[in-house]
């Protein structure tokens, strides 16, 4: 979804351009506390409508629009987060955040049609699956602290008008915050995980059961998320021996895959497709040449970017 201006907008905002340039960052701090884009993107267009329901008169009284919006931006996903939980416990089987597609290979050639560069979250290290898998730990509150202030760099005392609390309180949110995520915070260097996973990918290919148990450590586990849309696991699986017989029965079942070497939220991952769909996205947490975490997203809402990116 993007967020569109109304029809005529341009001639009731001088500032349209400039109002309209901070949907990138709208888009990358939604994304972060929501660990979901197509949420993100519903925030952002909710963002602009509130903009565009006010006079011109009103946008004009508000010094800096950039600091509105985000203002505005980051209390709708506050409230999202406050009622995520109770979502989250309808939701069939394991939920994991939404894969960010970016049409990248790892040696870096950019795959044709990767799309506007403004409409992708900037990818580092706070958008990888290991340290969003951790932020959905934290309560609302901490959330929004954390990320604003060591991710964006936001001052306590605005954060303060957000979370509804003291800058002391927002200071302490974050604090709490950043001493339970800061294992996640230390990602594999990107060249020995790519090496890791390469070897991953050829092992599974080759439904080599031996290579795969050789690349996870003992105590590894892999989590998919379906949906209840197709078949996976309603539960994480734990060991190195289950997880390599799972994965080789899926490859046995369904002999048609493809499995490509992608950039999966910044980190190199693995893309199953078949008959070119996108089928799986997995992300990996690499510790020391091997393997400790496995994510498989399976759910198809989740998969919708990358179908997209991949008709480029």
Request: glycine share 8%; hydrophobic share 45%.
């Amino acid at each position: 979804m993007s967020a569109r201006a109304p029809l005529g907008a341009d001639r009731l905002d001088p500032n349209l351009n400039a109002i309209m340039s901070e949907r990138r960052q709208l888009i990358n701090l939604a994304y972060r506390l929501l660990g979901s884009l197509a949420d993100a993107e519903d925030v952002v267009q909710e963002t602009y409508v509130r903009w565009y329901a006010m006079t011109p008169a009103q946008q004009q009284a508000i010094a800096a629009p950039g600091g509105w919006l985000t203002k505005v931006a980051s209390r709708i996903c506050l409230d999202l987060l406050g009622s995520a939980r109770a979502r989250r416990e309808k939701y069939v089987g394991e939920w994991i955040p939404e894969p960010l597609p970016e049409g990248m290979e790892w040696g870096g050639a950019r795959a044709e049609g990767g799309g506007d560069p403004a409409e992708r979250v900037t990818l580092d290290e706070s958008v990888s699956m290991a340290f969003l898998v951790v932020l959905e730990s934290l309560t609302p509150a901490e959330r929004v602290a954390f990320i604003l202030h060591d991710v964006f760099r936001y001052p306590f005392n605005d954060i303060a008008e957000i979370v509804g609390r003291t800058p002391a309180a927002c200071r302490q949110l974050a604090s709490c915050a950043r001493r339970r995520i800061r294992g996640a915070q230390a990602p594999a260097r990107s060249d020995r995980q790519a090496a890791v996973i390469r070897s991953f990918r050829r092992a599974w290919e080759a439904q080599d059961i031996g290579a795969l148990i050789g690349l996870l450590d003992p105590g590894a586990a892999s989590v998919a998320d379906s949906g209840g849309l197709v078949e996976a696991g309603s539960h994480s699986v734990e060991g190195p021996a289950q997880i390599a017989r799972g994965l080789v029965a899926l490859v046995r079942r369904l002999p048609d895959l493809t499995i490509l070497e992608r950039v999966v939220n910044g980190q190199p991952g693995l893309v199953v497709q078949q008959d070119g769909v996108t089928v799986t996205v997995v992300a990996f947490e690499v510790d020391h040449d091997r393997v400790t975490r496995i994510w498989a997203v399976r759910n198809p809402d989740k998969l919708q970017p990358w179908q997209a990116a991949a008709r480029g």
